[in-house]
């Protein structure tokens, strides 16, 4: 049985985006920190996106043809590519990755059978879908990876009164 593994780059007070929607302030381009990242996704094999996280994400799909990217950058994109993903979204017509499927609907039970027949870890990343799986329960780990920012306004890693309502777009 895998874990249902909640993991995001966080600022200090705890937002995964700003309020235009961005995190670039928290992607990690010191090698000790990227290589950690890494190594900690090494137990995973299946990521759960919301549609805007794996538009953000399929990046990885053709990060390799990027020149000059360093080891640990090509590393993530070799490990993000031999993944399997399951995007939530009403609204996505097609997958822009491969091992990738589209599902229209968070169902708890479809989630807690994944987990129950997986042999490695699982994520759930967003603060959207991520609130669909803390309220069911799912969730057995929290990855927060604090980065030195203060972004003021946004999403929060955490749902509930912070505003995410946790849809699928």
């Not at 593994?5 to 929607?21: C, F, K, P, R, T």
């Not at 399929?58 to 043809?65: F, I, K, L, P, R």
Request: with cysteine.
């Amino acid at each position: 049985m895998g874990k249902l593994i909640y993991s995001m780059l966080v600022s200090l007070d705890g937002y995964v985006e700003d309020a235009h929607g961005r995190f670039g302030w928290g992607v990690p381009e010191d090698e000790e920190v990227h290589s950690y990242i890494n190594h900690l996704a090494s137990s995973v094999d299946t990521y759960l996106y919301g549609r805007r996280m794996y538009e953000t994400m399929v990046y990885w799909e053709t990060a390799h043809t990027v020149p000059n990217q360093p080891h640990y950058v090509r590393d993530w994109t070799r490990q993000w590519q031999a993944t399997e993903k399951i995007v939530y979204s009403r609204t996505l017509a097609e997958p822009r990755s491969v091992r990738t499927r589209i599902e229209r609907e968070f169902d708890p039970d479809v989630v807690r059978r994944l987990k129950a027949d997986a042999r490695h870890d699982i994520t759930v990343n967003g603060p959207g879908l991520a609130a669909h799986a803390l309220r069911a329960g799912l969730v057995d780990e929290l990855q927060m990876f604090v980065c030195p920012a203060v972004v003021g306004a946004g999403n929060r890693f955490f749902p509930g009164s912070c505003g995410v309502e946790g849809g699928i777009g």
